[in-house]
Nanobody, 112 residues
Framework: QVQLVESGGGLVQAGGSLRLSCTAS????????MGWHRQVPGKQRELVAT???????NYVDFVKGRFTVSRDIAKNTVYLQMNSLKPEDTAVYYC??????WGRGTQVTVSS
């Protein structure tokens, strides 16, 4: 059973930065796509970024140029570096492995 644990959320002013981390248990980390999603209360969870097993990345338009997803295979950890944060980025951010396993999320709040 894979477990994903996110960390790094918090309160930041608009224009600031945060780095989220997601550490996975088990040895399947490097062979699976890892994704970051976010959810605002009352709205559907939405994809933010994907890091594929071959190292390639995809981003949704509203974070391109601001967010960067990366990984440290030795640490079984995927990161989401978030720069130039906006109030509309406020959400709970979730890490997922292939969409099959999910973490519990970490709250990001961006004040204006």
């Amino acid at each position: 059973q894979v477990q994903l644990v996110e960390s790094g959320g918090g309160l930041v002013q608009a224009g600031g930065s945060l780095r989220l981390s997601c550490t996975a248990s088990g040895s399947a980390f490097r062979f699976n796509a890892m994704g970051w999603h976010r959810q605002v209360p009352g709205k559907q969870r939405e994809l933010v970024a994907t890091l594929h097993s071959d190292g390639t990345t995809n981003y949704v338009d509203f974070v391109k140029g601001r967010f960067t997803v990366s990984r440290d295979i030795a640490k079984n950890t995927v990161y989401l570096q978030m720069n130039s944060l906006k109030p509309e980025d406020t959400a709970v951010y979730y890490c997922t492995m292939n969409g099959n396993y999910w973490g519990r999320g970490t709250q990001v709040t961006v004040s204006s």
